[in-house]
C-alpha cells in the first residue's frame, strides 16, 4: 500500500474590517508568507444599516479577493472585533470554592446586553493583585452575539473558505507582535500595545503572552479625517488624501509645513488619545504594581512615525512602530505594515504566541 504523504496548508487570516478585508496565510513551515490580499469594502458598507446585505456584500468581496491570487486550501480564521465583542472586567477570590467558570457565567448573566442562551462566552485570567488583605484574581470576559456570529461563519462557508477557528481582536494583536520577542526577559517585560485603526483604538497591555487589561477607544483615523477636514476647511476626501500621503512618504520626502499643519488640525483628538492612555497607564500602575510599562508598541492602520513620536513626547514612555511582517519573507509590497497585525496574528494562531481565551 502506497503511503501518500499528507500536506495540509495552514489556515487563512481573514481580518474584516470597518474600511477593507485583509487576507494572510503563511507557508507550511511559517517562515514566509504564502499569499496576502487587502481589498476595500464598498463605501458605505455597514452591519449596523442592513446586516443581511451586509453580509451579502461581504461574501462577494471575499470571494474576489481569491481571484488570481496563490491562496491555498480552504481553511480559515475569523475575527471578532470591537463593533460585536462585549468587554467586561471582574475579579474574583483566589479561594473561591465555586469554579471559576461559574462565576464569569453570573457575572455576565448581569451585564450582557443580550440574553444568555444567544452569548458565546470567553474568559481570560489576568494577573493576581491585592484589594486589602485578600489577594483577587483579574478576569477579562469576552462575548458575542452567537446568532451574528453563526451568520458570518455560514457567509464565509458559501464563499468557498472553511472556517476552522475564530479569534478576537486583542489576542490576535498581541500574537502578530510576542512572536518576535524571543529573549527570556521579553516574556517578563509589560508592554503597551497601541492599534489605531479607522473606527477606534485598541490598547492592551500585556506581560509576554499574558494579556492583562484590554480597552476601546473611540478615537481613529475617521476622527482624524474630520477633523482635518473641519480645521483646514476641506472636503473629506481631500483631507483623507493629504493626512494619508503625505504620513505614507518617505521621511526624506515628507512636507514639514504639511506635516504641521495636519497635526494642528488633529491636535483636539490627539488630545483625547492622550488622555485616554494617560488613565490606562495609570490603572495599570494602581492595579498592577511591581513592574513598569517598558515601552509603547504603535500598530494598526493608522500607525505612522508622527504619531508615534507625538505618544513618546506625551508618555515619555520608549514608543515604537510595530511591524508583524518583520520576521516573514515576503514576496510584496504591504504599504504600511502596522495594518496586517491582525490577519497575521489570526493566521499564526495555530502557532500560539498569545494564551488563549
Known sequence: MIRLPFFR?????????????????????????QEAVSI???????????????????????QRARVSRNFRGHDAILCVHQRDLFLHNIRVNKNEPKALANVVQQEAADRIPYSMLDAEIRFVESSDLRQGEQTLREVIIMACFRPRLEALLEMCEKSGFRPVSVDVEPMAILRAFTKQYR???????????VHVGYSNTAVIIAEGTQIL???????????????????????????????????????????????????????DELER?????????????????????????????EATESLRSELERVTSIETELGDPLRLYEA???????????????????????????
Open 331 to 357: 514576496p510584496q509590497v504591504f504599504g504600511r505594515h502596522g495594518q496586517w497585525d491582525v490577519a497575521i496574528g489570526l493566521a499564526a494562531r495555530q502557532l500560539g504566541g498569545a494564551k488563549e481565551a
Open 9 to 33: 496548508y495552514t489556515p487563512i487570516g481573514i481580518d474584516i474590517g470597518s474600511k477593507s478585508i485583509k487576507m494572510v496565510q503563511f507557508s507550511k513551515d511559517y517562515a514566509s508568507i
Open 213 to 267: 487589561f484590554v480597552k476601546y477607544l473611540n478615537v481613529g483615523g475617521r476622527h482624524f479625517d474630520e477633523a482635518v477636514s473641519r480645521q483646514l476647511d476641506m472636503s473629506m476626501a481631500d483631507a483623507v488624501n493629504l493626512r494619508r500621503h503625505n504620513a505614507d512618504r518617505r521621511r526624506s520626502q515628507q512636507m514639514p509645513e504639511v506635516e504641521r499643519s495636519v497635526l494642528n488640525a488633529m491636535r
Open 183 to 193: 529573549r527570556e526577559s521579553d516574556e517578563q517585560d509589560r508592554v503597551l500595545y
Open 40 to 62: 476595500d469594502l464598498p463605501d458605505g458598507a455597514s452591519p449596523e444599516q442592513d446586516f443581511d446585505a451586509y453580509l451579502d456584500m461581504l461574501g462577494k468581496t471575499l
Open 273 to 301: 488619545l492622550h488622555q485616554e492612555l494617560s488613565m490606562c497607564i495609570r490603572y495599570h500602575s494602581v492595579t498592577f504594581r511591581g513592574r513598569p510599562l517598558m515601552r509603547i508598541v504603535l500598530c494598526g492602520g
